[in-house]
């Protein structure tokens, strides 16, 4: 069974980890959103790369829910001591990461080439693919200050700010990366994780093409959503600022013809005609990933669903 | 009474530090070597410049000669991890310092300019001067190796490596920056510290205008030797890979006419020829600098000296 999952940060990772327990090596890719990446001291970098394969590595500070466990922070205090930017949080050891990165992307290499490498140094076996090599870079647009790139609203202001919309500069000029393509149309089923729909999976969604390669698929998502609302960010306050209540069939909605499945928390109340008129199968679940083992659990239930219904 | 001093990395650094507790903030001005600087992680590193403001804010790593006290280098290690270049050990404090420098010069900050803003920072009173805002690079002609930078002759091979010359690449399209101009010119006197002549002093002297402004000043040296041998680095070496035995004419007649005084060590034998037939004043003192006590009393010595016999 071949699996594309389309990811953000931790809420994307927690489920990646657990299919990469259920599934094999060749069985998996996580296709990344890279619209979050952005350049900061004159490093490249891309948070949620960075958050899958310190996940799938079992690196990442959970805690935190980014970055590094067992970090320091030596350098962004001393940056701090010289009136350098410290609103995003870079530790001694991440640091190690989008140094290394930016010298390989300036002397050439791609961003899928830098990720691939850095996982096999990591010890990770499943391909881990930024959704393209060209810059999208995702802004926010709010009330209270316009048109933010997302670190900036996400980080900077935590995300207290009030949404009006998303903007994702270079969309239209970008490509998909001819592995995630490949990714995509070699996959027996694609697995939306619970990320963000608006700033995570949206950015990969709206690429070039790949709608299209995915209306032929069998599409499953996992909700973001667990009593209407987010584990972590800002999810649901983000679809109430949009006038949307937070609930299954905002997710159902979202994602529209693309989606076959949804798996979402059996907290979680389906209004009637949601459940009686849509094609769409929707599960009751225990969605909610705090260790590896729910993670592995939700997986393997997700790879049974599938082998049973797949389309092919 | 304004002095101008020149210097390189560890040794020139002990100097400028007695001569900054000696003197007033406006009268010292302390003009530092970038022949050393190279780009390393898409990183600018200015070595000298760093060792010297490091050891004037006492932040520098004395038992090391390179770097901060009381350092960490997670980065490093992880860098190492990802089969990144480990030779030239950054540690994660010094890193805030080079990442910010590097972005100040992107923005098109010069040295001069950031250098200034460091130091403010940092707490240092006296001026501390590129002596360039061009790029000069020094480079070490070994018999191995032929042509190598000097980081990489210095620190990767630990100079092991037989020296036939020495070459300073860009020197000829680099001025001296109008502060080094300035700083030389108002001086009283001007003190060679005890760095390595060849690779410290030099590019500073080679630069274009130096040694002709130089002329007119009174200029004391204190000797990098000590018994035939430098404390610290490659220096008696280098003489001896020249054919120049290392001694107190050794740096009499490198520095040549532009020298006025020479501070020697005591232990150290001068010949009878060039006590009796230079022009140059020798002066036997204890030059060894090990704490800030010496190095005060070294350069109250100093002081004193031109006090007492100053051209103007």
């Known amino acids: 069974m071949k699996i594309a999952a389309l990811a953000g940060g931790v809420g994307g990772a927690k489920l990646a980890q657990g299919l990469a327990k259920v599934l094999g090596s060749d069985e998996l890719s996580i296709i990344v959103n890279t619209g979050d990446d952005f350049e900061h001291l004159g490093l490249y970098i891309s948070p949620d790369i960075d958050t899958v394969c310190y996940t799938l590595a079992d690196k990442a500070n959970v805690s935190l829910g980014w970055g590094l466990k067992d970090e320091t922070y030596k350098a962004l205090e001393k940056i701090g001591q010289l009136n350098g930017p410290t609103w995003f949080k870079i530790g001694d050891s991440d640091l190690a990461t989008h140094l290394m990165r930016t010298q390989k992307m300036k002397s050439g290499e791609t961003l899928t080439h830098v990720t691939r490498d850095f996982c096999e140094l990591w010890g990770i076996k499943n391909r881990v693919l930024p959704m393209s090599d060209d810059p999208v870079r995702t802004f926010v647009d709010t009330k209270e200050k316009g048109l933010l790139p997302f670190q900036e609203y996400f980080v900077k202001h935590q995300f207290e700010l009030c949404i009006r919309g998303f903007y994702f500069k270079g969309i239209d000029s970008a490509s998909p990366t001819k592995e995630v393509i490949d990714a995509i149309k070699t996959s027996d089923a ?44 800002p999810l649901a306050k983000m679809f109430r600022e949009m006038n ?36 769409i199968i929707l599960r009751a679940t225990n969605i909610l990933l705090p260790d590896i083992e729910s993670r592995i659990r939700l997986a393997a239930e997700i790879v049974e669903f599938l082998k049973a219904t797949n389309k092919d």
């Not at 790949?210 to 972590?232: E, F, M, R």
């Not at 937070?246 to 209004?271: K, M, N, W």
């Open 190 to 233: 694609v697995i939306i994780c619970p990320s963000n729909p608006f700033v995570s999976i949206d950015p990969i969604l709206s690429l070039r093409g790949i709608k299209d390669i995915l209306k032929g698929k069998n599409v499953i998502a996992v909700s973001p959503l667990i009593g209407g609302k987010a584990i972590k960010g």
């Open 244 to 279: 949307i209540e937070p609930s299954v069939r905002a997710i159902t909605d979202h994602y529209g013809e693309i989606l076959d499945c949804l798996f979402f928390d059996q907290i979680d109340q389906v209004d009637m005609a949601l459940e009686e008129h849509s094609c």
